[in-house]
């Protein structure tokens, strides 16, 4: 039974009478592109980089739809963000879009301590077992992403999110088009990829204006190593109905369901000994049988750890379903009004076939499943009014979310001839419930700010929001005999703050040239995990006894942000230069002990972190049709206490923040003459720490991939046909991607990071009608 809504409590609507011109004003929410010269227009590829967010007062950037299209149809629009500075994404396929290798981090934070949205509506903060949203290539297609809004130190006060701590990424979708007309566009490439998308525009359909898309897009592939592979297939719709002079109403639709094989966690033993193409045994079930009852036939003795070399197979099964309605009008002049409601269902599961807890019918693997569901409800209303040299806008958000979690075990198959199955499909005899969660959430979020526009070039900006987060947790299901004989933590946390304030500044000291400043509060929810679940720092992931001793002093992840740039911004180059400073306050780790398949896990509160860092980036259009963009940032994010744990007095004090480099370099050539095009980037990342006592890491590398499409334009009814030809990993590089899936060891080594793909191909055919 769902919770009732607990009472709200509005912040009072206090307010300096602070900041902006209506430009920047917007500014704030939203890149502005540098104005072009008179009677030219401002130069076209810039847009294939980013777009400097120009009289913003904090460091935002963007990534527009013409940089999706140039990465290979289907591409996560995560990963194309990955060009921008400070900004890590990585990802165990050449996609971005198998989900338990996703990771984002944007300046030390990792994917759970930022803030996503799509047109408003929250997406949750990422994780794989995601309590909360979806990933964004589950709630909308590539193909139909306008942009994507980063805001690298904190995001805007009206984003709706529990997790904006370092950051937000805000997503747009396109509206449909004004004209009839539709897209079709095939992918093929390496691993049997197959790709196919289709897009329909109604074009206006009556004299109001009434229009609206459709579109459908299927994926099939296989694994670049071993056997098994992904598949989905997606439905998005939009409507847009003008109403009256000045209101619009939209309303979006996603489907999405997903079917993805895992790859193997890997170690750095497992590397040296086993390889890089180390994976599990699926669809080789004697072998995997086998190697449950000590058989090994594949070298696994060479390792510290035979039996967890390889499984027979993981996999993840999702489907979601979004949609939203909006309202946005003009109430009077210089008074707008913007309201959305909005609702979310996920159900699904996740497996692993374990040779750690054999099957009651005497099989030595069992499958584990991890079931979850997702149903949650909300609304956003804001009101934004200018009125002389000042804009006031203030707004509320509200979400009820209820998250239903369980872990099973199944029995496996016995072994005999020509055996094989999908553990994904076949989910035979249940034999044991380890445990069970409901967690129900209320969240209410207000904020209101002022911009005041000082002078012609100077503008300052004051505001706050105060966020209520409850959380109950019960617990519908446990046997300790298989939680190591544990009963599991349950119980309620609160996480609120009544005042998280933010201030800006943005100065147009020149033609071209302007300098901004921002100061922001931010705090974080609780997530909410199941009991060792290893998949994020949840409270609710240690037993009973460890809850209640941290329940009545654990305290929310706070912090501060200060930031300082500079923008110059001309025909022939943009360029930026941001320092930033932040103080993070009662950060929750997972702190991970013995073997992955049951580990000790404990959320520990590990003080206070310190990160400075200084970002550069520049766009240079040194020839026409030629943009050439670069970028560096560096990161010192360092940990200011030692802790004492049940092992004793662990030395983290000065010690380097685990998975994230303290150096990037991003660098991409784009070449545009009329019906050409041609790109090459490259990523380069310093070594990452594995272990929080920094005593092992994986090493540095740098990634270039290439990109080139041929527009042919119009043949008969086809339009504007073209080609494109992709190559992920031009260089055939090995190296480490996502870290910190499982955890990260206090010291030494640990199977908690995935290898990235090896160089990939990928060609497609695009057509209009």
């Not at 269902?345 to 079931?371: C, E, F, H, I, Q």
Request: charge should be negative; avoid cysteine.
């Amino acid at each position: 039974m769902r919770a009732p809504l607990f009472p709200a409590i509005l912040a009072p609507a206090l307010l300096m009478p602070v900041l902006s011109t209506p430009v920047l004003a917007q500014a704030s929410l939203q890149p502005v592109p540098a104005k072009p010269v008179a009677g030219k227009a401002a130069p076209a590829p810039a847009e294939t980089v980013n777009v400097y967010g120009q009289g913003s007062t904090r460091q935002l950037t963007s990534v527009t739809s013409k940089a999706l299209r140039e990465a290979a149809p289907g591409t996560s629009p995560e990963k194309v963000l990955a060009q921008l500075p400070g900004v890590m994404f990585q990802s165990a396929d050449p996609f971005g879009a198998y989900e338990w290798s996703e990771s984002l981090y944007i300046r030390g934070f990792s994917q759970t301590q930022l803030g996503f949205t799509l047109d408003d509506v929250p997406l949750g903060d990422q994780q794989f077992d995601n309590y909360n949203g979806l990933s964004i290539t589950r709630a909308i297609t590539t193909d139909n992403v306008a942009r994507a809004d980063v805001s690298q130190g904190a995001g805007s006060l009206d984003i709706a999110s529990t997790s904006n701590l370092g950051g937000a990424v805000q997503y747009t979708s396109t509206d449909p088009k004004d004209q009839y007309g539709g897209l079709y566009e095939q992918t093929f490439g390496s691993n049997s990829t197959y790709r196919e998308f289709i897009r329909l525009d109604s074009g206006d359909l009556n004299p109001t204006g009434t229009k609206f898309f459709v579109s459908y897009a299927r994926v099939d592939l296989d694994k670049w190593k071993g056997g098994g592979g992904n598949d989905s297939d997606q439905v998005n719709a939009k409507l847009v109905q003008p109403v009256g002079a000045y209101g619009t109403v939209k309303v979006y639709f996603d489907y999405s369901r997903t079917h993805q094989f895992d790859y193997q966690d890997e170690s750095l033993n497992y590397i040296q000994t086993l390889g890089y193409h180390l994976d599990n045994f699926y669809p080789n079930y004697p072998a995997a049988y086998r190697a449950a009852e000590g058989i090994f036939a594949n070298g696994e003795t060479k390792s510290n750890d035979p039996l967890d070399a390889s499984y027979y197979a993981g996999t993840a099964k999702r489907q979601d379903f979004l949609s939203y309605a909006s309202y946005q009008t003009e109430l009077a002049p210089e008074l707008d009004w913007k309201s959305t409601i909005y609702g979310h269902g996920d159900s699904g599961y996740s497996t692993w076939t374990t040779p750690y807890t054999p099957s009651p019918n005497g099989a030595p693997l069992s499958v584990r499943s991890m079931n979850d569901s997702i149903e949650r409800y909300g609304f956003l209303s804001s009101l934004e009014w200018t009125h002389g040299r000042n804009t006031l806008e203030g707004g509320i958000w509200y979400e009820n979310d209820q998250f239903d979690q369980s872990r099973i075990f199944s029995e496996a198959p016995l072994l005999t001839p020509g055996v094989t199955f999908d553990p994904s499909e076949t989910l035979n005899n249940p034999f044991a419930q380890p445990w069970g969660y409901v967690f129900n959430t209320d969240t209410v979020q207000t904020h209101i700010q002022d911009s005041y526009r000082v002078t012609d070039h100077l503008t300052l900006r004051a505001g706050f929001r105060s966020l209520l987060i409850h959380t109950g947790s019960t617990v519908t299901a446990q046997d300790p005999a298989y939680n190591g004989g544990n009963q599991v933590g349950s119980g309620a946390l609160d996480a609120n703050n009544a005042f998280l304030p933010q201030f800006g500044m943005n100065w147009r000291f020149a033609p071209h040239n302007e300098i901004y400043a921002d100061i922001s509060h931010n705090m974080r929810g609780y997530p909410e995990d199941g009991y060792s679940t290893n998949a994020s720092n949840s409270p609710w992931s240690a037993n009973e006894a460890a809850f209640r001793q941290i329940q009545q002093n654990l305290k929310p992840e706070t912090n501060w942000v200060y930031e300082a740039g500079y923008r110059l911004t001309t025909k022939r180059f943009v360029g930026l230069l941001t320092y930033y400073h932040v103080d993070f306050k009662n950060r929750l780790q997972i702190i991970s002990t013995g073997p992955v398949i049951a580990p000790t896990t404990l959320v520990e509160n590990v003080g206070g972190v310190t990160s400075n860092g200084i970002e550069a980036s520049a766009t240079l259009f040194p020839i026409r049709h030629v943009a050439f963009y670069n970028s560096i940032s560096f990161n010192r994010s360092i940990y200011d206490n030692d802790i004492v744990t049940s092992g004793g007095l662990e030395p983290l004090k000065g010690k380097v923040i685990p998975n994230y480099p303290s150096l990037m370099y991003k660098t991409s050539l784009d070449w545009t003459d009329g019906p050409y095009n041609a790109h090459i980037d490259g990523n380069y990342l310093s070594h990452r720490y594995l272990s929080y006592l920094n005593d092992t890491s994986v090493p540095n590398y740098f990634i270039a991939n290439l990109g080139a499409r041929y527009t042919l334009g119009d043949h008969g009814p086809l339009k504007a046909v073209s080609f494109s030809f992709n190559v992920y990993n031009l260089l055939n590089h090995k190296y480490i991607a996502t870290m910190g899936e499982n955890g990260n060891p206090f010291s030494g080594d640990y199977q908690s990071f995935l290898v990235g793909a090896p160089r990939q191909f990928f060609g497609s055919v695009t057509a209009g009608f």
